[in-house]
């Protein structure tokens, strides 16, 4: 429990890309999963399972500034953005009296960039990317799936 009840908050994020550390993100996201179907036979309850496929992916939102960045070294050994090579996304949850927490999103792929704005926002520019994450999440350091 954090002091006074004070658990983390933006303040206590920090986000590493391939760009190096960033202070120019205002929101990321990030999940996984493995869905089951349910196997039957004789009668309506299931009699086992079977496993799907491994899923995992994730959002952030940048300012303009970050993004150019960021697309400037995605495209530094030629190509376009969607050209790069999978690259990790770390993020850090480091509060003054707990410890640090670390999510480390192995091989990210960018799949997609959006932009939108409107007269009388704050932040015209900022730039949503979606990107999907070719190996398993590791939360704080634990692999959400064994790799075979």
């Known amino acids: 429990m954090g002091i006074n009840g004070r658990l983390y908050d933006?303040?206590?994020?920090?986000?590493?890309?391939?760009?190096?550390?960033?202070?120019?993100?205002?929101?990321?996201?990030?999940?996984?999963?493995?869905?089951?179907?349910?196997?039957?036979?004789r009668g309506s309850t299931p009699r086992g399972y079977g496993r799907k496929n491994y899923e995992a992916s994730g959002s952030m939102t940048l300012d303009r500034d970050e993004f150019d960045r960021l697309a400037r070294e995605l495209t530094a050994t030629g190509g376009g953005i969607y050209d790069h090579v999978p690259?990790?996304?770390?993020?850090?949850?480091?509060?003054?009296?707990?410890?640090?927490?670390?999510?480390?999103?192995?091989?990210?792929?960018?799949?997609?960039?959006?932009t939108s704005g409107s007269q009388g926002e704050a932040n015209v520019g900022a730039v949503k990317c979606e990107f999907k994450i070719l190996e398993p999440i590791l939360w704080n350091g634990l692999p959400a799936k064994r790799r075979r």
């Not at 920090?14 to 999963?33: M, Q, W």
């Open 87 to 114: 690259f990790p996304i770390v993020v850090n949850y480091a509060n003054e009296d707990q410890g640090t927490i670390t999510d480390t999103l192995p091989a990210c792929r960018i799949t997609s960039f959006d």
């Open 10 to 41: 933006w303040e206590d994020v920090s986000i590493r890309l391939p760009s190096g550390e960033t202070v120019g993100v205002t929101e990321i996201g990030y999940k996984d999963g493995q869905d089951v179907d349910p196997r039957y036979g």
